[in-house]
């Protein structure tokens, strides 16, 4: 059952005080104080939650990065609480990606590798139930992952 508005903004406030979320957005406004890429990556990282249409960016989306200023959009209405950590690393890395290591994703090359690199610390990250022991596996969810996620991409 998705999230409700409250329910989302309490869990991003509960996830943003974790060290693995602090450190992303810690590098984020770090890497952003050299010659920012896009407008608004040299500010404090926002993050919010709503409840997503069907059109543009938010189209099918759990969750995006909109800009500028570069804010990260978490769709209430398309996450379940267990789904929400998942859309927040994975957008962190396009953050990341970005704001500091200053990779323009609306090029081919760059997103397809940004994508495989949110997949692979996100929905296919090592230790998770899904992928504990078989590295193949793990692979497999990589691949299919990023190919879907730019698959879907709005023109």
């Not at 992303?24 to 040299?42: L, N, Q, V, W």
Request: net charge neutral; aromatic share 6%.
């Amino acid at each position: 059952m998705p999230m409700s508005l409250e329910e989302c903004n309490a869990l991003v406030a509960k996830l943003a005080r974790q060290p693995q979320f602090a450190c992303y957005r810690e590098a984020i406004t770090e890497g952003s104080k050299r010659e920012p890429i896009i407008d608004g990556c040299g500010s404090e990282l926002a993050i919010s939650c709503r409840k997503c249409g069907v059109e543009g960016a938010e189209g099918c989306a759990r969750a995006y990065l909109e800009a500028p200023p570069v804010a990260l959009v978490l769709c209430a209405n398309r996450l379940e609480e267990g789904e929400a950590e998942d859309a927040l690393r994975h957008e962190l890395v396009h953050a990341y990606d970005i704001c500091a290591a200053k990779r323009d994703l609306t090029k081919c090359m760059p997103l397809a590798y940004s994508e495989v690199r949110a997949a692979r610390e996100s929905e296919c990250k090592k230790g998770t139930i899904s992928y504990p022991f078989c590295e193949w596996f793990r692979e497999s969810c990589i691949r299919r992952t990023a190919a879907n996620a730019t698959r879907v991409r709005p023109r």
